[in-house]
């Protein structure tokens, strides 16, 4: 009968223990989700910048050195081009 005991409270060990775990990785995950979801929303924002924002004043994406104010499909553009030519999105060099 003790043995019994000793694996069902082992049992109950390892099943709490991975519930634990269960929910800890999908805390992670929604978290990691709701991050994205924000970024998305802040680069749909940027997207859809009016191009005189510079002038009117506000948040804006920009290129220089031709300091231009990017928005929509050319926003994309500047962004994949800049990805894809490996530029840290820090201080625009190469990192």
Request: charged content about 20%.
């Amino acid at each position: 009968m003790s043995e019994l005991y000793f694996w069902t409270a082992f049992a109950f060990v390892i099943g709490a223990c991975a519930g634990v775990m269960v929910v800890a990785l999908c805390n992670a995950a929604a978290e990691g989700d709701r991050r994205f979801e924000r970024d998305a929303a802040r680069y749909a924002y940027l997207r859809m910048r009016p191009l005189d924002t510079i002038q009117r004043g506000g948040v804006f994406a920009g290129l220089v050195p031709a300091n231009v104010v990017l928005n929509g499909d050319d926003l994309d553009a500047a962004v994949d081009a800049a990805m894809a030519a490996g530029l840290d999105s820090n201080h625009g060099a190469a990192p």
